[in-house]
């Protein structure tokens, strides 16, 4: 492996099957280059964002990486993930816009939830910037293999002004050939990753020795027990009366809203360990972990036609 003066790592992936997804992956990327004029990564700091910033930086190197990033910023956000994101810009002088949900709480626009969570108030923001920014093409790391309602959508996902999603306004994605046409107003999602599992991401994690925020290894954290998942103590309301603070080795799938994403208990402290406890493991990452997805059967897909990522 050799590596750029920015430190992005240059070496080829030994798997035929990783190739072949980093292939795929980096041609979605330079056809938005191509197809739109104010493209964005939406970045988070979670693994599969870092992930499209690694593969973004490569398909474009050595030139200087075409595209600003935005975070949408809950508020209620793991500050080792934050501390993470603030490093990785500054790394590689790279542009980043913060759209902050605490914002439009302060000026009305949006109001707190009675149980905390701020995940699902990130979509008005994101389709504000979206609008204010005039970014008409948004790069996410969403994957299939997720959730369903992520398994119905394209790779190039149309969205109308207000950042809606209609399954039936879906292009046929033949060959390799994407359309990014879209009337005024609206804009398009690429999801570059949407044929990875989460078991691809960490095996091209391992092989491309991608650093991630360090919760996504096995640490001893304070959390308590609610619906099924270990939470992490925060402002944002938790522990409530009767749940009890335990010290615990736990680690992280997914990255979210402190007060919607669940630890798992693990020992997994490397990659090589995370990859053996995803091959063991029967249930999806967001499955597992995330409490915004068991609010109902088509709780991610009434979310994302009303603009959610």
């Known amino acids: 492996m ?121 979509t008005v923001p994101l389709v504000d910037t979206i609008a204010a920014e005039k970014y008409d093409a948004v790069i996410g790391g969403a994957r299939r293999d997720e959730e369903r309602a992520r398994a119905k959508e394209r790779i190039f996902s149309l969205r109308d002004a207000f950042g809606g999603w209609d399954p039936r306004r879906q292009r046929p994605e033949l060959w390799g050939l994407y359309n990014g046409k879209h ?34 290894y096995a640490h001893r954290r304070d959390v308590f027990a609610r619906s099924g998942m270990w939470l992490t103590p925060g402002e944002w309301g938790g522990p409530a009366k009767g749940e009890v603070l335990e010290n615990r080795w736990v680690r992280y799938r997914t990255v979210g809203d402190m007060s919607c994403t669940g630890a798992v208990d693990s020992q997994a402290t490397d990659v090589r360990a995370v990859i053996e406890e995803i091959i063991a493991t029967r249930i999806t990452e967001r499955g597992a972990t995330r409490a915004d997805d068991k609010l109902g059967e088509a709780a991610m897909e009434d979310r994302k036609r009303e603009g959610y990522f």
């Not at 490569?58 to 910023?73: E, M, N, R, Y």
């Open 2 to 122: 050799t590596a750029t003066a920015d430190g992005l790592a240059t070496r080829r992936v030994a798997s035929p099957h990783l190739r072949a997804l980093e292939s795929e992956s980096i041609h979605i990327l330079r056809e938005v280059a191509g197809q739109f004029d104010k493209p964005v990564i939406l970045f988070s700091a979670g693994k599969d964002s870092v992930l499209v910033l690694h593969l973004a930086r490569k398909a474009f190197h050595p030139a200087p990486l075409p595209f600003s990033l935005l975070h949408v910023d809950t508020g209620h956000n793991f500050p080792e993930v934050i501390a993470y994101r603030d490093r990785v810009v500054a790394a590689g002088g790279l542009r980043l816009a913060v759209a902050k949900v605490q914002d439009w709480i302060d000026d009305g626009r949006l109001a707190e939830r009675p149980d905390g969570t701020r995940n699902p108030l990130q």
């Open 183 to 216: 009337a005024p107003g609206e804009h398009v999602r690429v999801f570059p990753l949407s044929n990875w599992t989460e078991l691809d991401v960490w095996n091209y994690i391992e092989a491309e020795n991608i650093d991630l925020p360090e919760i996504y």
